[in-house]
Structures are given as structure tokens and as C-alpha cells.
């Protein structure tokens, strides 16, 4: 019998384990239902976003960092992880729009396996250049202890949980602002009709004339600077590492599109709020159970509802 | 990826498509009775570099090594391993190769035969029976993840086999640790020779020669075996519609076979020989852990040498098994002059090789060579062959 106070903290830490995944699964799942493209790529770009997050909140926030020796010694708040939530991103669009233009155009007409082959080979080559760059260790997680001269290092008392840290409920609602405003992008904005229209029948999106090359390289930029920041969101409350690619970020999202459906943005955010409130569960209750059932839960919804819960069966098959 | 065979553009077989009993029961059709040469001449022609190959490997490249200052003579487990690595991939290949599926969780076959056979060698220390049972377990695993995975297509399929993979690989790990060792590996597995120990494994054939062992005789019996098997499958009716269904899937079915049963068919008998390399595997390296055996990135590295030989052919894949364990455990110990040791760098080189070859040759290092044997004896010969060839497979 569950306390009702376990029931809660498995339910906020499934909230934050699952925005991660929801993060990762609607880049994913754009990329995927827009330009029938499966990029394996997607956890190197997790592993860009964590890095990146690492490097810019040592350069600026310690005391011995690249402001710090350019003269700036403070920022009157702690800057160095706001300064991240803004160049990841821009840097995992740059890297976003790199991609498609050198790795994802040339295979668009190329039989899928050749997708998952190239793209795979892509992350190969971005986690052993982490490794031999900066090295395989493993660096501690980069939650700030101030945010505008708020603590947030210290846990706080909710109702119902008991103590929470007060930096992960801050982190989901970041988290949970990002994945509202890409929602709402994708269902309100002219952007998104396009992706919507390509997720459902690209090719009629051609025909009708509308330039749906322009917003593929767009689309694959948004979806990598949503895995970018996903990435940094990680590494503020998990440690990094070159493996966190593929561990903590490529098949989760690959699991979190099954479950809510390929090409599905709605699709996406439930699938991961589902896998990161099973998770959480089971890693509060059978720590060592917790992946298995998590791959075995995914693998009953592909033989019970293969189209998962929101989406249509036909994107990547 | 399948089905660009120099073999079917002669001119007698019109597609995979339309494949009959009769036609592939060889009555008819110059094309499949020069292609049934071709194949035998590839398992006697591997036989033939068997012999050789190790001392290439060890003996030749140890010598030029000497010479030119750098060890690039292989270590004497390294052309057993290669083998191993090649009775996997000629397996995997059935099924990317020619069937299309590709599997991300054939680590699982891999390493429950691996963990199987080390379990088995704890009762009976005999490699054979090792081998026997470790691959009845992968076989036995293979049924129900088939089963289940080949419902789905595509990127689901590749989902699937990877995620009960992974399942395995945690379950190693965590709750199965009584029964693998879990994060401490499973060590001190000995087997002890053929001919109920006679022979020692480790014991040379040749005095003389470092490189032949009789481990290493004992894995080209197998390896042979695997490619004499592997051959009489894509040579026969039921190898033939696993090629049409890599073709295209749709005119299999509306030929009225039953696309479901060949599909598993061609996954178990996958299964069946990364079971077999399993089970080798754990006799030569004696040890067994669930990174090496179960992980995601070892079904990842099946891909990869499958696709650096090269999908076209039997073969093939061998010399990416080739290729990547020789990278893998000579190249990486290798320090340049100007750069230095490589270490750890050769997964990274491996990595864009493998981009490259994928973007360049789809059809691998293999299908590079034949491309390239075509356009020097040429000319003449295969008039329609080149350009099937340069193709480098079907569209769709």
C-alpha cells in the first residue's frame, strides 16, 4: 500500500522525467511524420544540448570563467544556466539546420533502412568526438543554487509530497512552458498547418505548391532545438556523460512516439508523461525492474495498439 | 538493399516478384544455374582463404610490421574472432540483406547463447555441446520476439527487436544477476577441448606457425558450415522468396504466399547463427558480461560490419567483420608517428567510414570490389550488368 504522499512524488517526478521525454518525442516525431525521416541522430543531439548546457554554465557562472576573465564577475544573479537556456537552443537549431541540409536532403529518396544506417553511423561519430574532446568522464549535474537571488538548492514543502526540490519543480515548469509553446505553434501558426498538412500527406502538401522544402529544414532545426534543450534540462538534474545519448535520450524518445503515435505532437507529450510516470514509479517502488517494464510496456502497446494513442499507423512503416 | 545480385540481371529471371517452384528448382533459366556455380565457388574459394588468412593476418602483417616500425600483425585470437563475427553477420545478412528487416536486437541471440553456453559449460565442458546449446536457447528465443516483432515494419520493427533486446540486457543486469553474474560478468568458463578434451583449444596445429590454433580450425569448421548453410538457402526456392520479400513484400503476398511464416522464418534462422557466434564467441574469450553480450551497441556493430562487406552478397559481410575487428583490436593499439596513439579514437574513424560507405556504397566494400572487378574485365562480358550494379539497389 502506497502512502499518498509516495503516490504524488511519483506523480511529479514522472512530470519531470516525462517533459524530458515529451521534449525529445514531439522533435522526433515532426521530423518523422513531416519528412518520413528517421534520424537515430536524435540522442547525439541530446548529448550536444547537455554539453553545450555544461560548457556555457561553467564558462560564465564559476569564478574562474570566460566572462570572469574578460572582467565580468557577476551578472547580479546567477547566470550561467539562463545563459544556457538560451544558447542551447540557438545552437541546437544551427546544428538542426545543418543536418538537414548535409545529412537528411540527400536520403530523402533513399530506401529507410539506408535513414536509420546513416544517421546511426552520425551519432557513432558525435559521441566518440564528445569522448575524445572532452573526454569520458562523467561531469555533475548543473542546477544553479540561485536564480535571481531566489535559493533554489534548497527543497521546499509542498502539500501532499512533502519536500521537493524546489530546482525540479522550477525545471518542470520550464519544461512544460516549452512544450505548451510548441504545441501551440503547431496547432496555431501557418508553420504549423504545414506540418500538420506534411505529417498527414506531404505529398498533396507539394502539389497544392506550398514550399515544403523551406519548412523541412525548419522543422528539422525546431525538432533538434527541442532535443538540445531537452539535453540541457537533463544535465541540470542528471549527471552527463558521452553515453547519455542513446541511453537516457535516443530510444526513450524512440519509446515515447510509440506509445503516443508517429507524427503526433499531442501523441508525444502524452506518450512521455505515460513513460516518465512508469518510470518513476518503478524506479520509487522495483528500482530494478524499472527499464524492463518500461521496454515491455512498449512492446504490449505496439502488439495491442500499434498505432499508439494518438497517431496513425502508416508514418514509418 | 537486397536483390542486386549480379546473378538475376543476366536475363532469364525477370524479377523476384514472380519466383516459381519451378523456375527456382533450377529446371529452367541459365541465370540461377550460373549463379549456383558462382556460390559454390565462394565456399570453396573461403575455404581456400582460411588457410591463409591468419598468416596474413599474424605472420605476414607481424613481419611488415617489423619493418616499417608499427605492430600491425594481428594477435593470434584475432582471426578466430573475425571468423566468429562473420558466422553472425552471414546470418544477419539473410535478413537485412536479402529479407530487408533490420533487426536492432540481435545481441539478444548473440548473447543469450553467449550466457547459455557459459551456463552449459559449468555441467558439460564440452565446445560442441556448448555450442549445441546456445544456440537451441537463441532459437528457442528467437520464436517468441519474432513472433511479436514481425507484425510491424520499418522503423517499428527495428523498434521492437530493440526494445526486447534491451529488456534482456536489463534483466541481465538487475533482477537475472543470480543466474549471469549481472554487472560482474560471467568469468571462468573453460571449455575443454574437442574430442571430450583431447585436444586442447589453445594448442598449435603447425609448430612452426603462431597463427593456426586448433580454435581457430575448430571456428572455420563452423564458419564454413554457417556459409555452406547460408548458401543453400538464398540458392533455394524458400531463399528466393526470402529475396522477393526484399524486393518487394506486396507481389510476394499477392503471389499468394503467406509473407508472415517467411519473414519469421528468415528472423529465427538469423537467430540461429548469431546464436552459433554466441556460443564461439564465449569459448574463445571465456568470458561473458552483459555489455558485450546484450547491449544495444553490439546489434548496432552487426549492422555496421553487415553493411561495411557489404548486403549484396554472401560474403560479403565477412569482410566487415573483417574490417571492423581488425580496426577494433589492432588499429586501436597502433600509435602513429604524427598522431599519435589512435586508442580510442577508432570508433570514431569506423564511424565515418561507415557514413561513407553508406552514402557512397550502399552496397559495401564487397559490392565496391565487384563494381570495380566488372569495370576492368569488362567491356565485353556483362553488358547489362554495370549499371544494375552502380545503381546500388532498389528505390522505392
Do not use: C
Not at chain 1, 515532426?30 to 541530446?46: D, K, R, S, V, W
Not at chain 1, 548543473?142 to 534548497?154: C, H, L, Y
Not at chain 1, 504490449?300 to 500499434?306: A, D, G, N, R
Not at chain 2, 573483417?322 to 586501436?332: G, K, P, Q, T
Amino acid at each position: 500500500m502506497l502512502l499518498q504522499s509516495e503516490i504524488a512524488s511519483i506523480l511529479l517526478n514522472g512530470l519531470q522525467q516525462g517533459a524530458i521525454y515529451a521534449l525529445l518525442g514531439i522533435g522526433l516525431t515532426i521530423i518523422l511524420g513531416t519528412m518520413e525521416f528517421l534520424n537515430l541522430a536524435h540522442g547525439a543531439l541530446y548529448l550536444v544540448g547537455a554539453y553545450t548546457g555544461l560548457i556555457v554554465f561553467q564558462e560564465t557562472a564559476l569564478s574562474n570563467g570566460l566572462l570572469y576573465s574578460s572582467g565580468i564577475t557577476t551578472l547580479g544573479f546567477e547566470g550561467g544556466f539562463l545563459a544556457a537556456l538560451i544558447v542551447v537552443p540557438i545552437v541546437g537549431f544551427g546544428i538542426g539546420l545543418l543536418m538537414e541540409r548535409f545529412v537528411a536532403e540527400p536520403f530523402y529518396d533513399r530506401p529507410e533502412t539506408d535513414q536509420l544506417l546513416v544517421t546511426f553511423g552520425l551519432a557513432l561519430i558525435v559521441e566518440e568526438t564528445v569522448k575524445n574532446v572532452i573526454g569520458g568522464n562523467t561531469f555533475q549535474s548543473i542546477a544553479p543554487s540561485t536564480i535571481f537571488g531566489v535559493n533554489v538548492s534548497q527543497p521546499i514543502s509542498l502539500p501532499l509530497v512533502g519536500l521537493f526540490p524546489s530546482w525540479r519543480l522550477l525545471i518542470i515548469a520550464i519544461a512544460f512552458v516549452v512544450i505548451g509553446l510548441t504545441y501551440l505553434a503547431i496547432e496555431r501558426t501557418d508553420f504549423g498547418l504545414v506540418v500538420q498538412a506534411g505529417t498527414h500527406d506531404s505529398e498533396m502538401v507539394r502539389i497544392l505548391g506550398i514550399p515544403i522544402n523551406r519548412s523541412y529544414s525548419l522543422v528539422f532545426a525546431v525538432g533538434a532545438a527541442l532535443a538540445a534543450f531537452a539535453g540541457l534540462i537533463g544535465a541540470s538534474i542528471q549527471t552527463v556523460s558521452p553515453q547519455i545519448g542513446t541511453e537516457r535520450a535516443l530510444i526513450p524518445a524512440f519509446l515515447t512516439i510509440v506509445v503516443g503515435g508517429a507524427g503526433s505532437v499531442r501523441g508525444a507529450i502524452a506518450g512521455g508523461l505515460v513513460l516518465g510516470v512508469i518510470i518513476s514509479a518503478m524506479t520509487q517502488t522495483y528500482s530494478q525492474w524499472a527499464q524492463i517494464v518500461l521496454y515491455l510496456f512498449v512492446a504490449l502497446m505496439l502488439i495491442v495498439k500499434p498505432e499508439g494513442l494518438f497517431g496513425s499507423a502508416e508514418v514509418g512503416e | 538493399m537486397s536483390g542486386d545480385r549480379s546473378g538475376d540481371t543476366n536475363e532469364a529471371v525477370p524479377d523476384g516478384g514472380t519466383v516459381t517452384e519451378e523456375a527456382a528448382g533450377g529446371s529452367g533459366g541459365s541465370a540461377l544455374a550460373g549463379l549456383r556455380e558462382r556460390d559454390d565457388f565462394v565456399v570453396i574459394a573461403t575455404a581456400a582463404a582460411l588457410v591463409v588468412f591468419p598468416f596474413l593476418l599474424i605472420d605476414v602483417l607481424g613481419v611488415v610490421g617489423e619493418v616499417i616500425g608499427i605492430s600491425i600483425g594481428g594477435y593470434t585470437g584475432l582471426p578466430s574472432l573475425v571468423l566468429i563475427y562473420g558466422i553472425i553477420v552471414i546470418g544477419f545478412n539473410l535478413l537485412l540483406g536479402y529479407t530487408g528487416l533490420l533487426s536492432f536486437g540481435h545481441a539478444a541471440f548473440f548473447g543469450s547463447a553467449a550466457y547459455s553456453a557459459a551456463l552449459f559449460s559449468q555441467v558439460v565442458p564440452s565446445p560442441i555441446l556448448m555450442v549445441i546449446a546456445g544456440t537451441i536457447v537463441a532459437t528457442l528465443l528467437a520464436w517468441p520476439i519474432g513472433f511479436v516483432s514481425i507484425r510491424r515494419s520499418g522503423v517499428y520493427f527495428a523498434v521492437l527487436t530493440l526494445t526486447f533486446g534491451q529488456a534482456l540486457y536489463f534483466w541481465a543486469l538487475g533482477p537475472g544477476a543470480w543466474l549471469t553474474g549481472g554487472d560482474n560478468g560471467f568469468s571462468g568458463i573453460e571449455a575443454h577441448g574437442l574430442f571430450v578434451g583431447v585436444i586442447p583449444l589453445d594448442a598449435q596445429l603447425i609448430p612452426v606457425f603462431d597463427s593456426y590454433t586448433v580454435m581457430y580450425a575448430f571456428t572455420s569448421v563452423v564458419m564454413l558450415a554457417a556459409l555452406w548453410v547460408g548458401n543453400r538457402i538464398i540458392n533455394s526456392p524458400y531463399g528466393l522468396i526470402f529475396e522477393a520479400l526484399g524486393e518487394n513484400e506486396e507481389r510476394v503476398e499477392f503471389v499468394g504466399l503467406n509473407v508472415f511464416r517467411y519473414k519469421l522464418m528468415a528472423f529465427i534462422i538469423s537467430a540461429v547463427f548469431a546464436g552459433v557466434g554466441g556460443a564461439m564467441f564465449v569459448i574463445h574469450e571465456q568470458y561473458i558480461h552483459p555489455t558485450t553480450g546484450l547491449y544495444w551497441i553490439q546489434s548496432g556493430d552487426f549492422v555496421i560490419m553487415t553493411v561495411l562487406g557489404g548486403t549484396g552478397s554472401l560474403i560479403g559481410p565477412v569482410f566487415g567483420a573483417l574490417v571492423f575487428e581488425y580496426v577494433a583490436n589492432v588499429i586501436s593499439g597502433v600509435s602513429l608517428p604524427m598522431i599519435g596513439s589512435i586508442g580510442s579514437l577508432w570508433r570514431f574513424v569506423l564511424g565515418a567510414v561507415f557514413v561513407f560507405i553508406v552514402w557512397v556504397f550502399p552496397r559495401g566494400i564487397y559490392g565496391a570490389f565487384a563494381d570495380l572487378a566488372a569495370m576492368v574485365n569488362g567491356r565485353g562480358g556483362g553488358d547489362g550488368d554495370k549499371p544494375a550494379a552502380a545503381d546500388g539497389g532498389e528505390r522505392e
